[in-house]
């Protein structure tokens, strides 16, 4: 298990309740959902003053969302760096571990095949592991992939403003999430038609 030492001071529940989204703290660790005896670097999932009742989320950089309470006696706390505080044990992230779709035109097994062992070359025979595959046939169809705000303004102009285009492949809507406050809107897809006079 790869850790290292960081002076951090223990926060309490008002404290926690002043971070934002943004702010570095370390909360207990654990893997595949068994605590661990060491911290995580994480972050809260909203903004300490939403949270009520002393009771907090976060959301490790390992993707785990824990509850937390930082009074509770009992609890390992949360924690933030600081020079003037305790040394605690922080897990490292080993690597990354990327979660891939590809599409890969005219594909077949062969060309599967082949993108893995590029793959493999680049970075590893040891490294690149295949931990699910799912072959899905594509409609060779394109649509427009948007996100528009959940509350719509009232002018439809004003509307279209707010949108951000994402996409044109309608398979990639499978592996997206909406942002928060914003919801897909699917159009049949729109060729861009330069139609600006030229000499």
């Not at 005896?37 to 785990?64: H, M, V």
């Amino acid at each position: 298990m790869n850790t290292e030492k960081v002076a951090a001071r223990r926060l309490t529940a008002d404290e926690v309740a002043e971070l934002g989204t943004q702010d570095g703290i370390f909360v207990p660790a654990r893997t595949d959902g068994l605590p661990v005896d060491c911290y995580a670097p994480a972050g809260l999932t909203k903004p300490g003053r939403n949270f009520e009742g002393g009771s907090f989320a976060a959301r490790t950089i390992f993707g785990d969302e824990i509850s937390l309470f930082p009074d509770n006696a009992e609890e390992s706390g949360v924690w933030v760096a600081d020079k003037a505080g305790e040394e605690i044990e922080v897990l490292q992230s080993a690597g990354v571990l990327l979660n891939l779709a590809l599409f890969v035109p005219g594909g077949d097994a062969k060309s599967l095949e082949a993108l893995y062992a590029a793959a493999r070359d680049a970075f590893g025979a040891g490294i690149v592991q295949r931990w699910s595959e799912e072959s899905v046939a594509v409609p060779d169809v394109k649509v427009d992939l948007f996100e528009e705000p959940i509350r719509g303004r009232k002018s439809a102009n004003n509307q279209n403003r707010d949108r951000r285009a994402l996409d044109i492949y309608p398979s990639r809507v499978r592996f997206l999430e909406p942002s928060d406050g914003w919801k897909f809107i699917v159009e049949p897809h729109q060729e861009i038609v330069d139609d600006t006079p030229t000499i």
